[in-house]
């Protein structure tokens, strides 16, 4: 079975600008729509973006739309996050995740381990 | 956007209780609905998908029901293992989660 490792998670001043990455290892992510997910603490989890298996199309959660922008490189096995303009309210813990199927949308199979990201002055 | 509401928000319960959680939707979403399974410090983990497919691994005292807008959770006979934070999930339009069903131990 295969592994989700996200980083780049830092502690960044309101307004800055962070980028997460999420590497698989043991599966290839080249078929599958993929996601990112956070959690503020002590919170419930929220979608916040996906970006399908070419990269040709991206969704964002309202919250961030405008803000952050989701990249992938198949040939490194790879998706990228770039968070600009961040909030404190962006602070939270960070989950890539995987679709289950490869083909229409699907719940996730597969989690990371996620990526701390604090925005504080 | 579609928005996904829980009920209960916690629910308390012994060893061997039958729980049942809620969640509803705020337009139909046929059963394109899954439950997650989050215990402290861990990533949510798949338990039940399309309303009432049941993931592999899962053990089958879980089930899922509904279609629509609304939707089940039962834990048939809970066990130790099995009080966590409970998710619903839609994912007919983009994707959205429900606030999530703490089952605690009373």
């Known amino acids: 079975e295969g592994q989700l490792v996200e980083s780049g998670g830092d502690v960044v001043q309101p307004g800055g600008s962070l980028r997460l990455s999420c590497t698989a290892s043991?599966?290839?992510?080249?078929?599958?729509?993929m996601h990112w997910v956070r959690q503020a603490p002590g919170k419930g989890v929220e979608w916040v973006s996906l970006?399908?298996?070419?990269?040709?199309?991206?969704h964002y959660a309202d919250s961030v739309k405008g803000r952050f922008s989701l990249s992938r490189d198949n040939g490194k096995n790879s998706l990228y996050l770039q968070m600009n303009s961040l909030r404190a309210e962006d602070t939270a813990l960070y989950y890539c995740?995987?679709?289950?199927?490869?083909?229409?949308?699907?719940?996730?199979?597969?989690w990371g381990q996620g990526t701390l990201v604090t925005v504080s002055s | 956007d579609i928005q996904m509401t829980q009920s209960p928000s916690t629910l308390s319960a012994s060893v061997g209780d039958r729980v049942t959680i809620t969640c509803r939707a705020s337009?139909?979403?046929?059963?394109?609905l899954a439950w997650y399974q989050q215990k402290p410090g861990k990533a949510p983990k798949l338990v039940i998908y399309?309303?009432?497919t049941l993931e592999s691994g899962v053990p089958s005292r879980f089930s899922g029901s509904g279609s629509g807008t609304e939707f089940t959770l039962t834990i048939s006979s809970l066990q130790p293992d099995d009080f966590a934070t409970y998710y619903c999930q839609q994912y007919n339009s983009y994707f959205a989660f429900g606030p999530g069903t703490k089952v605690e131990i009373k």
């Open positions: 399309k309303a009432s």
């Open positions: 043991g599966i290839s992510l080249e078929d599958y729509t």
């Open positions: 995740a995987k679709e289950k199927l490869d083909y229409d949308s699907s719940p996730y199979d597969l």
């Open positions: 337009q139909s979403i046929s059963s394109w």
């Open positions: 970006i399908n298996w070419d990269g040709g199309r991206t």
